[in-house]
């Protein structure tokens, strides 16, 4: 069983993988946290919560009981107000204006599975084995709000998944001002706190600092989970590395405005919570209704940083992505974006298509620019009618045409934008998020589609489908380029103007549901200029994201190593382009363009038709390597040697699951006068077995190979390269 319930104490404990997570129903059915750490045989319970008797300054619920204080009290979903001065978790407003509610363990159920979250993105098992669910209903009798905590625990993997259901049962409105998905209480300081963070273009670097009195948080404001910071934390023993270590991550299933945060108090206790940003948000709960809080996928890791990164990335490479393409290899695949931006017509793509052919590519993607009167980024988006002047022949003729050459057609659209000057906005000026009378402010010349509307999101199930269905289009990039400004929706009453933001989110996710069901042999790419929403949500729907508009093969080690901190290979895609670098007019070699990009979902975004002769037979040569090792990167576990962010070189390796095959990269970003002599030392690999190495004569054990390393070459010049590909010895089969 993974979760118990024990009578006597009044305990539950979650067993995942190699984890425990223990709670009690604490006095006055208040509910504490005990424990969260490597698993433990038989917790006593009785020893693991400690209260002492604290000042006067620190109230107590009960004024016979001077131990009992909420202030000092580890909780699983604290409120404030009650004696409580930390960061709440969830905050309600009556409509006598009061804000002050208390919650009581009512009663639980422990089932078997995983149920679904009503129209949000999560986790999900695919047998009732492989996962129990424990839900525990909190209630505060006199107003009549139940509160069902849900805690999922994972058979095989060390992950507990928590959300939040809040019903109002009682007779009058009810206001949520805050609903987090999960609080979690520590009781020490001594971690370092993990995120992801950066801008447009120099997404996903990663911080760490130590924490401090006071409270440390991430969030977005923007109507997307943003470039700025992903909806990712962890707290980390002071002496965690990649591997040794305790580490504590929370990855938050949403895509929209979030906040995550850890509060150190006076008593050095840290409290975690994770969920949708409170700042702007409200949500009028009537009488028989309820709201579902997003999930958040907590992992916890006694071998450090890099045990957690491959717990992640085998929970959403296999239950969190969907559909046919989440086991099946990726497409290598051409974008015309950078070779020819909105100036094409059918004969370019065919030209490119050709070359793409006969190198190897499997899949041509027509990017922006097919639709309305789109010579530029100034119009038409939201009318999704193909330019006949570029493509006289229409969709399908050119989908046709690509087919014939020998590769997949894709194409790209931007669904959930609307250009002021489009015919869309001409007949529904109303349709775009807006505050009446005030300015709409434009980002790259557009404006948002209100899809807290019903009507708004039919219009984009229809044209996006109408599209879909009349060509043979294999492969979908959907762009969103820019953040929601001036939150409102004049079809929404005032009273819930501030629900509009998690409203957006319910709309996208139904219009993406609703469009890739609809079309399950398709695989779509989710992208937001970039890596603007690459976050758990979106990969629920699509497997796979651009990982970002930096493609500059340096830029790109930062990125992708970031990145792979929470999210698998398969997610990120990954493109070599030309040079000079069209962000950063960086020169890098092909070759090193290329042994990044195929750390992820590998192809092109360049004008193929200027390659030379050898850069054409180099490419090929990439390819064939690639559709190789694609399987191996895709699907195998990834260990991270050396960091971008700690000094000049990069490396990172993957391996098969039976650990018969390896694949190790090595870069090393600019020259090194006299360098000295240098070993790396590979992991994960099985230290029983022999291994031979590319362009290697002698036979290799593993733990050789971990524990002693092998040679780096000596590289000359700036932006080199070297892959390994390793291989079992066939007689330790």
């Not at 003729?397 to 997949?408: D, Q, R, Y």
């Not at 090595?666 to 000295?676: C, G, I, K, S, T």
Request: hydrophobic share 35%; net charge negative; with cysteine.
């Amino acid at each position: 069983m993974s979760i118990t319930f024990d009578k006597f104490t009044d305990s539950f404990h979650l067993q995942a993988g190699n984890t425990s997570y223990i709670m009690q129903v604490f006095k006055k059915g208040y509910l504490a946290h005990l424990y969260w750490g490597k698993k433990i045989r038989k917790p006593v319970i009785d020893e693991m919560l400690l209260l002492m008797l604290r000042d006067s300054f620190s109230a107590n619920t009960d004024s016979s009981d001077e131990m009992l204080s909420l202030d000092t009290l580890p909780q699983e979903y604290p409120a404030y107000g009650n004696t409580d001065f930390r960061t709440p978790a969830y905050s309600i407003q009556l409509e006598n204006g009061s804000t002050i509610t208390d919650l009581r363990y009512e009663s639980h159920t422990i089932s078997d599975g995983k149920p679904t979250l009503l129209g949000l993105p999560a986790t999900y098992v695919e047998s009732h084995d492989e996962a129990q669910t424990l839900e525990i209903v909190m209630r505060d009798s006199l107003i009549g709000l139940k509160v069902i905590l849900s805690y999922t625990a994972f058979e095989n993997l060390d992950v507990i998944t928590r959300s939040v259901r809040l019903v109002n049962e009682g007779s009058t409105n009810l206001k949520l001002l805050r609903a987090l998905s999960m609080s979690l209480d520590f009781n020490k300081s001594n971690y370092d706190f993990m995120n992801l963070s950066g801008a447009w273009a120099r997404e996903r670097h990663i911080e760490r600092n130590a924490l401090s009195s006071g409270n440390k948080s991430i969030e977005s404001r923007r109507g997307a989970s943003s470039h700025q910071h992903n909806p990712f934390i962890a707290l980390l023993s002071g002496d965690a590395n990649e591997d040794h270590g305790d580490v504590y991550g929370f990855s938050l299933v949403y895509s929209g405005n979030f906040l995550a945060q850890a509060e150190i108090d006076q008593y050095q206790t840290t409290r975690v919570s994770m969920g949708i940003n409170p700042f702007d948000f409200s949500w009028l709960l009537k009488p028989n209704e309820e709201f579902q809080t997003p999930e958040v996928v907590m992992v916890y890791s006694s071998e450090g940083i890099g045990e957690m990164s491959r717990t992640y990335h085998k929970l959403y490479r296999t239950r969190l992505c969907r559909g046919e393409f989440r086991d099946s290899v990726r497409p290598i695949l051409v974008n015309n974006w950078e070779a020819t931006y909105f100036n094409f017509n059918a004969e370019k793509i065919e030209a490119i298509a050709k070359v793409g052919k006969d190198l190897g590519i499997e899949l041509f993607v027509l990017d922006d620019g097919w639709f309305g009167k789109r010579d530029n980024d100034k119009s038409s988006l939201g009318d999704w009618t193909v330019d006949l002047k570029k493509l006289p022949k229409g969709i399908n003729n050119l989908a046709n045409s690509i087919n014939t050459i020998g590769l997949e057609f894709g194409l790209w659209f931007e669904p959930e934008m609307i250009s002021p000057d489009s015919d869309l906005y001409k007949a529904n000026p109303d349709w775009c998020i807006h505050v009446p009378n005030r300015t709409r402010s434009q980002a790259r010349n557009q404006l948002v589609l209100d899809l807290s509307r019903e009507d708004v999101c039919n219009y984009i199930i229809n044209a996006v489908g109408s599209i879909l269905s009349s060509a043979n289009i294999s492969y979908v990039k959907w762009d969103m380029n820019r953040n929601i400004t001036e939150i409102g929706s004049p079809s929404l009453p005032a009273k819930r103007q501030r629900e509009t933001a998690h409203r957006y989110m319910l709309g996208l996710y139904k219009v993406m549901n609703s469009i890739t069901k609809s079309f399950p042999k398709i695989l779509f790419e989710s992208c937001s200029g970039g890596g603007g929403r690459f976050d758990p949500g979106l990969l629920f729907y699509m497997p796979q994201v651009w990982t970002s508009d930096n493609t500059d093969a340096v830029e790109r080690l930062k990125i992708q190593y970031g990145t792979s901190i929470v999210y698998p290979a398969s997610t990120m895609g990954a493109h070599v382009s030309a040079v000079p670098n069209h962000q950063l007019n960086r020169n890098t070699s092909l070759k090193m363009r290329g042994d990044v990009a195929m750390c992820g979902n590998f192809g092109y975004e360049l004008d193929l038709t200027k390659f030379s002769d050898d850069e054409k037979e180099e490419v090929k040569s990439q390819i064939l390597k690639y559709k190789d090792l694609r399987k191996l990167i895709q699907f195998g576990n990834m260990y991270r040697l050396l960091s971008p962010f700690e000094g000049n070189e990069s490396s990172w390796m993957y391996i098969s699951e039976d650990k018969t095959e390896a694949l190790v990269t090595y870069f090393r970003v600019l020259a090194v006068p006299n360098a000295p002599i240098r070993k790396l030392k590979l992991k994960g690999l099985d230290s029983n077995m022999d291994y031979s190495i590319t362009d290697k004569k002698n036979i290799f054990g593993g733990d050789d190979l971990m524990y002693s390393g092998i040679d780096i070459p000596n590289l000359f010049g700036d932006y080199q390269s070297m892959v390994w590909i390793i291989k079992c010895n066939p007689l330790d089969k």
